[in-house]
């Protein structure tokens, strides 16, 4: 095999764990691979590379655990999570560390966010040293799907922490007295604990308020649950999700001491996400960007299902799922959407010619004629005509 000898010193140096001498022979194997012609390997590569430093933007390997600013006993799998005394059900799920979980993709903002709080995290000692302390609590807060509970996960899989899932709902019980009584089993159980706490579909709580029956009782339990979130500050880490913000009053807001928020992705993330959910098919740039084209707007959950949609669709026609099978695949998915709201989805659900006569006319979208040809299985001359004809313009979609 060509390239053999690189890829074997590749392998050694991974074993190694000699990062600078993996990437020297990675650059040596692309080095050949262009000279020897092969784009496709190329650009493989370069994603590879690209995703990898992603990563590592995400993830500053300074976080250690120790110095993450938790204390408490060590929380294995024969620890049993508290339970409602009425019903039996568990208050909360516990998730150790050590599963990898998925790594969320942001935006630069939210990227920001939780980089300066996992390098906070990682250096509290050095903070305190100062009379600092670093933060302890996160409000996430966005629509659904958009990655605030894969957030929760990653968070504490970084930190190296068991996390502590509660949703409030579930500790709100049928019989209201014993709301408050749960609320302070979680917080004594999450203290006692080495972990992340994470405050699922928080905006539970705020429904409960607006309540009229059992005013007095809320009121109770608000206060127990504010009252712990002040004094979880002294234990550990605390991460609230909702996907209600407006349904927060502020006295809660006030409690998070850094606030997030997860939005739709935009087009540099959104296309991140489409080929991560696109595997192990490797779709094309061009591919890819034609999929983003279409779906702006949309949360990672339903890009996720969307590309699910076209994975069966290929492989349903028994097609190899090369970039044109995909192209027909992604406007069958979309012909079968309601509502979609938006021009050049809707074009390409009603007719793919058109859209080609769309995209070769839309200069934002960035490909020029002979990518376009690739990624829709058409020839160079069939996207002029088309562009040419602006047959887009006849639908009543694109007016
Ligand atoms: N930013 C993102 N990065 C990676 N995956 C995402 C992202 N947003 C959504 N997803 C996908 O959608 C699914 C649902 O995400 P989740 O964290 O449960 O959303 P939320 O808690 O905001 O409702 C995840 O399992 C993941 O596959
Ligand atoms: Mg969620």
Same mark, same amino acid.
């Not at 799920?93 to 939210?110: F, Q």
């Not at 159980?189 to 972990?195: D, I, T």
């Given at each position: 095999m060509e390239n053999f000898a690189v890829v074997q010193s590749i392998i050694k140096a991974a074993l190694d764990a000699d990062e600078a001498a993996v990437h020297k022979q990675v650059a040596r194997l692309e080095s050949?691979?262009?000279?020897?012609?092969?784009?496709?390997? *190329?650009?493989?590569?370069? /994603?590879?590379? +690209?995703?990898?430093?992603?990563v590592k933007h995400?993830?500053?390997?300074? *976080?250690?655990?120790?110095r993450a600013p938790v204390t408490g006993e060590t929380l294995t799998s024969e620890v049993h999570p508290p339970m409602d005394r009425e019903t039996g059900a568990q208050l909360c799920r516990i998730d150790l560390p050590g599963k990898g979980a998925p790594k969320p993709v942001y935006g630069p903002s939210a990227q920001e966010t939780i980089d300066g709080l996992l390098s906070e995290w990682g250096h509290s000692d050095t903070l305190k040293a100062v009379g600092v302390e670093p933060t302890r609590s996160l409000l996430i807060y966005g629509?659904?799907?958009? $990655? +605030?509970?894969?957030? $929760?996960?990653? %968070?504490?899989?970084?930190?190296g922490l068991p996390l502590v899932t509660a949703r409030i709902d579930g500790l709100i019980s049928s019989f209201l007295g014993t709301t408050?009584?749960?609320?302070?089993?979680?917080?004594?159980?999450?203290?006692?604990? #080495?972990?992340?706490?994470?405050?699922? &579909?928080?905006?539970?709580?705020?429904?409960? /308020?607006?309540?009229? =029956?059992?005013? $007095? &009782?809320i009121k109770r339990v608000v206060n127990t649950l504010l009252q712990n979130l002040d004094r979880r500050r002294e234990y550990g880490v605390t991460i609230a999700i909702t996907n209600h913000d407006g349904l927060l009053d502020p006295a809660v807001w006030r409690r998070f001491e850094t606030q997030l928020h997860m939005g739709e992705p935009? =087009? *540099?993330?959104?296309?991140?996400? %489409?080929? /991560?959910?696109?595997?192990?098919?490797?779709?094309? #740039?061009?591919t890819i960007r034609i999929f983003s084209y279409c779906l702006p707007g949309r949360t990672g959950a339903d890009l996720e299902r969307i590309c699910q949609a076209v994975k069966r669709t290929t492989v349903m026609t028994g097609e190899a799922p090369d970039a044109?099978?995909?192209?027909?695949a992604l406007s069958s998915v979309l012909g079968r959407m309601p509502r979609l709201n938006h021009m050049p989805a809707e074009v390409l659900a009603a007719n793919p010619r058109a859209f080609v006569s769309l995209i070769a006319n839309d200069l934002e979208i960035g490909l020029d004629q002979k990518q376009i040809g690739q990624a829709t299985g058409m020839s160079q001359s069939q996207v002029s005509t088309l562009k040419r004809k602006k047959l887009h313009l006849e639908l009543p979609h694109a007016q």
């Amino acid at each position: 095999m060509e390239n053999f000898a690189v890829v074997q010193s590749i392998i050694k140096a991974a074993l190694d764990a000699d990062e600078a001498a993996v990437h020297k022979q990675v650059a040596r194997l692309e080095s050949r691979l262009r000279r020897a012609g092969a784009e496709k390997e *190329v650009a493989a590569i370069e /994603r590879l590379l +690209k995703a990898a430093t992603e990563v590592k933007h995400l993830a500053p390997s300074q *976080v250690v655990t120790s110095r993450a600013p938790v204390t408490g006993e060590t929380l294995t799998s024969e620890v049993h999570p508290p339970m409602d005394r009425e019903t039996g059900a568990q208050l909360c799920r516990i998730d150790l560390p050590g599963k990898g979980a998925p790594k969320p993709v942001y935006g630069p903002s939210a990227q920001e966010t939780i980089d300066g709080l996992l390098s906070e995290w990682g250096h509290s000692d050095t903070l305190k040293a100062v009379g600092v302390e670093p933060t302890r609590s996160l409000l996430i807060y966005g629509p659904p799907g958009t $990655g +605030k509970t894969i957030t $929760g996960h990653y %968070i504490a899989e970084q930190l190296g922490l068991p996390l502590v899932t509660a949703r409030i709902d579930g500790l709100i019980s049928s019989f209201l007295g014993t709301t408050a009584r749960n609320i302070a089993n979680l917080f004594d159980f999450a203290n006692r604990y #080495a972990c992340v706490l994470l405050l699922d &579909e928080f905006d539970a709580l705020a429904k409960l /308020r607006d309540d009229p =029956h059992e005013v $007095g &009782e809320i009121k109770r339990v608000v206060n127990t649950l504010l009252q712990n979130l002040d004094r979880r500050r002294e234990y550990g880490v605390t991460i609230a999700i909702t996907n209600h913000d407006g349904l927060l009053d502020p006295a809660v807001w006030r409690r998070f001491e850094t606030q997030l928020h997860m939005g739709e992705p935009e =087009h *540099v993330a959104r296309e991140t996400l %489409i080929a /991560r959910f696109m595997t192990p098919i490797n779709a094309d #740039a061009a591919t890819i960007r034609i999929f983003s084209y279409c779906l702006p707007g949309r949360t990672g959950a339903d890009l996720e299902r969307i590309c699910q949609a076209v994975k069966r669709t290929t492989v349903m026609t028994g097609e190899a799922p090369d970039a044109s099978a995909l192209f027909k695949a992604l406007s069958s998915v979309l012909g079968r959407m309601p509502r979609l709201n938006h021009m050049p989805a809707e074009v390409l659900a009603a007719n793919p010619r058109a859209f080609v006569s769309l995209i070769a006319n839309d200069l934002e979208i960035g490909l020029d004629q002979k990518q376009i040809g690739q990624a829709t299985g058409m020839s160079q001359s069939q996207v002029s005509t088309l562009k040419r004809k602006k047959l887009h313009l006849e639908l009543p979609h694109a007016q």
